[in-house]
């Protein structure tokens, strides 16, 4: 019984030390620069860009999922998402490629205005 408890104890230790599934987590989301056409206009708004974090944490794959104004802060949000870097994500135990969306909001007075 003794040597029993003692294996079950070493496979839930065991268990608890490998790495569990996880989403990429962001290292650095700098690099957001408000285009310069737009703050001259006072206008504000926002792009939703659909990309993939790579094993390695870098970004790949990006585009434009919606934006408002439309082709306003596309570009400047897909500058910015390109240089981002993440943990990446994690499944059984292995760094794999992850798809994540995020909006990135233009906001005058703010220099990065990153969200979600």
């Known amino acids: 019984m003794i040597r ?3 294996a079950v104890l ?9 790495q569990p599934n996880r989403p990429p987590e962001p290292i ?3 690099g957001l620069v408000f285009p310069p056409d737009a703050k ?6 926002y792009a939703i860009v659909g990309y993939d974090v ?7 794959n990006v585009g434009i999922v919606e934006s408002d104004p439309p082709g306003v802060f596309d570009e400047a949000a897909l500058t910015a998402v390109r240089s981002w870097r993440f943990q990446p994500a994690v499944q059984n135990g292995e760094r794999v490629q ?17 969200v979600r």
């Open 4 to 6: 029993l408890v003692g």
């Open 10 to 18: 070493v496979l839930l230790i065991s268990g608890c030390m490998t």
């Open 28 to 30: 650095s989301m700098g």
């Open 40 to 45: 001259a206009q006072h206008l504000e708004g």
């Open 54 to 60: 790579k094993a390695d944490g870098t970004v790949t």
């Open 98 to 114: 992850y798809h994540l969306t995020s909006s990135v909001h233009f906001k005058l007075g703010e220099s990065e205005a990153y």
